[in-house]
C-alpha cells in the first residue's frame, strides 16, 4: 500500500513533486486520523490529501484542513487522481476514491480527468411566508 499526503491547491506542484509538498510512504495499510490531522497542521494548506491503496485496487481518500477533516475536496480529489495516473502507475480509464462522503469516481478521457460530484437528493419544502412591507411615502 502506499500514503500519498499532498498539496491540492495547484497541479504545478505535483509535477514538481519531489521539491513539492508530496510525499510517499510505503508498505502502510492505515493511518490514524490524528496522525494526519497534524501533518495537515503543520502543512499549513486548505487542505491536505490522504490516500491509501486497498487490496482491492480501489483508494480511501480522506482530506483535513489544519483545523478538522472535511468530508469532500474536488481539487485534492482530481490532484489524488493525477498522482495515481502519473506517479503510480494506475492505467485503468477509471479510479475509485472512497470517502466519507461515499464512493468518488474520477475518469481520463483523452488526457483530461472528469470526476461527478455526490448529489443530494432534492427535498420538498414549504416556502416561508412573504414579510409584511409598509410603503412610506415622503
Request: proline share 4%; hydrophobic share 45%.
Amino acid at each position: 500500500s502506499v500514503v500519498v499526503a499532498l498539496r491540492s491547491s495547484t497541479f504545478r506542484s505535483l509535477r514538481r513533486h519531489r521539491n513539492s509538498r508530496l510525499f510517499f510512504a510505503g508498505q502502510l495499510v492505515s493511518l490514524a486520523g490524528s496522525w494526519m490531522q497534524n501533518v495537515a497542521l503543520e502543512m499549513n494548506l486548505s487542505e491536505t490529501a490522504f490516500l491509501v491503496r486497498r487490496k482491492d485496487g480501489d483508494f480511501d481518500l480522506r482530506w483535513f484542513t489544519p483545523a478538522v477533516e472535511v468530508d469532500l475536496c474536488g481539487h485534492a480529489t482530481l490532484a489524488s487522481a493525477h498522482v495515481v495516473y502519473e506517479h503510480l502507475g494506475h492505467w485503468k480509464a477509471e479510479v475509485r476514491f472512497l470517502t466519507r462522503s461515499g464512493a468518488l469516481i474520477v475518469r481520463r478521457r483523452a488526457g483530461a480527468l472528469t470526476m461527478d460530484f455526490p448529489a443530494a437528493t432534492p427535498k420538498r419544502v414549504d416556502a416561508p411566508a412573504a414579510p409584511r412591507l409598509s410603503v412610506v411615502n415622503g
